[in-house]
């Protein structure tokens, strides 16, 4: 059902590229959107110094206005439709904009009245403050305490601190070392290497995915074929509407998905990426951003870990010998089933279209997007 303050414009027009500052004049570029559906789209823009910025975009006036007047800080944009959220003002996250104004810190993401991350830095460490709406981050709590016991030995999680700064901010510790995105761009990185951080991630995701169901994750939602037919539209929808992609028949494009006999099941983190994983100084891993961790098939995750190889050689940001040394690698640690396997390629589909959705939402990337979609339809 669409929503009561729905008043989509007949000529189809949707949020900016590009606009002006209210404050300062400056050029904010949009880096990144996420489309709630068609009359709200949130937004991550940027200034010439390379400073985020957050932002919302609304189709209908009155509903902009209302945000607007309720989120103390905001700048209004009415000729775009869009609200900014300057210096973590968020009307939802209520304890972000405090932790913008700490000495030292340094907003990193911030996706308005959901969540955000600020860099906290203090006695020569480095902390993550993870800001979520009131409530929540006690059981995102609980559940990274979890993973770290399941994973305990084969790779590490952020350890949660005990620093009481309001309701809804949970603080992280810092991951030392380079991510396994930013080791597979150095060239002087070895092979080998390479090799062994990525049997690794490997390893732990099939540790998790047979580990026993521990309570502090039960939780985690299940995500099957239908949910992932449902994420991948979700994507295509908005863009195919704001007129990025065109449209696709995403029922028809993955039936095999829906049709086919599920393999395995258990838990997995599906959405995990090479920049979501540090190569430790001890030689193990660390992995975080875990928030996403479901029951699903072990097919999901494992095809969009490859997937996500095959972007970065298509960004430039890996050799296809060293995706090919990282796709062996991790399939070695994985160790996945004929059943797993037979899954494989209709997954893999469904990341080629999700990804293609989500980078149409990205102005860098919208070549990308369109070569993702055309890879993925007959």
């Known amino acids: 059902m669409r929503h009561p303050y729905h008043a989509r ?4 027009v949707r949020h900016p590229d590009r606009l002006t500052h209210p404050g300062t004049g400056a050029e904010l ?15 991550e823009l940027e200034t010439p110094d390379g400073q985020r910025l957050a932002g919302q975009w609304f189709a209908d006036a009155i509903r902009r206005a209302e945000v607007f007047a309720a ?46 991350v600020v860099r906290l830095t203090g006695d020569g460490d480095t902390y993550y403050a993870t800001v979520v709406r009131p409530g929540l981050d006690a059981d995102l709590g609980r559940r990274l305490a979890g993973l770290a016991a399941l994973l305990h030995g084969t790779a590490t999680v952020p350890a949660v601190q005990d620093w009481p700064l309001g309701d809804g901010v949970l603080v992280l510790s810092e991951l030392p070392g380079p991510t396994l995105a930013a080791l597979g761009a150095d060239r002087s990185v070895g092979a080998g290497e390479l090799a062994a951080a990525w049997q690794r991630v490997g390893s732990a995701l099939r540790l998790l ?27 295509l929808g908005p863009a195919a509407e704001y007129g990025l992609l065109p449209p696709v ?15 395995p099941a258990g838990l997995g983190c599906p959405d995990l990426t090479d920049a979501q994983v540090v190569a430790g100084p001890d030689g193990g891993i660390g992995l975080f951003g875990l928030e996403t961790v479901t029951v699903g098939e072990l097919a999901r995750g494992f095809a969009s870990l490859l997937v996500g190889l095959e972007l ?4 430039g940001e890996l050799t ?36 293609a959705g989500e980078y149409a939402f990205q102005p860098r990337w919208r070549g990308l997007s369109r070569a993702l979609l055309a890879a993925a339809t007959p």
Request: glycine letters at 6%.
């Open 29 to 43: 570029a949009l880096r990144r959107a996420w489309p709630h559906d068609d009359w709200h789209v949130l937004l």
């Open 249 to 263: 028949d995403v029922a028809s494009l993955l039936a095999d998905l829906r049709s086919g006999a599920p393999g």
């Open 71 to 116: 989120t103390r800080g905001a700048l209004d944009v009415p000729r775009h439709g869009i609200v900014l959220h300057p210096d973590g003002a968020d009307r939802r996250l209520t304890a972000l904009a405090g932790l913008v104004s700490w000495p030292g810190s340094r907003l990193l993401a911030h996706r308005p009245e959901q969540r955000a």
């Open 9 to 12: 414009p007949a000529d189809r």
């Open 320 to 355: 296809p010998s060293r995706a090919r040394t990282a796709r062996t690698a991790v399939l070695a640690g994985l160790r996945p089933d004929e059943a797993t396997l037979a899954r494989v390629p209709a997954y893999e589909r469904a990341a080629r279209l999700r990804l």
């Open 209 to 235: 995915h047979d580990a026993p169901r521990v309570p502090v994750l039960s939780g985690a939602g299940q995500h099957d074929a239908v949910a992932e037919v449902t994420l991948v539209a979700r994507w």
């Open 312 to 315: 970065r050689v298509a960004q």
